[in-house]
């Protein structure tokens, strides 16, 4: 099964692209098969991660950045693939 898990935060008031190379920077306790990092408008960061896994197995996480850094707690969700669905 893949499980992808995404990491969303939203940056401080001009400090998009600090956060942007922090999360750039954080390594992962293990290689997940693909990792992908994006920005949006309203400096916001996200990272998704796939892993070969099942939906309850315990993944490594990005941490929490500093609160200064950040305007709210990061958001977290964690989805499973989904097989022939027809699309």
């Given amino acids: 099964m893949t499980v992808a898990l995404m ?3 939203r940056a401080a008031a001009g400090r998009g692209e600090e956060l942007l190379a922090w999360v750039r920077e954080q390594p ?3 290689e997940p098969l693909r990792r992908e990092t994006f920005r ?3 400096d916001r960061v996200l ?3 796939w892993w070969d896994a099942s ?3 315990e993944l490594p ?3 929490e950045p500093t609160s200064e850094l950040v305007t709210r707690a990061v958001h ?3 989805f499973e693939a989904v097989a022939g ?3």
Avoid: F, N
């Fill in 7 to 9: 990491w969303e935060a």
């Fill in 61 to 63: 996480e990005l941490p």
């Fill in 76 to 78: 977290r969700w964690r």
């Fill in 85 to 87: 669905d027809g699309s």
């Fill in 47 to 49: 990272v998704i991660t």
């Fill in 55 to 57: 939906y309850d197995a």
């Fill in 28 to 30: 992962l306790a293990a």
């Fill in 40 to 42: 949006a408008p309203q």
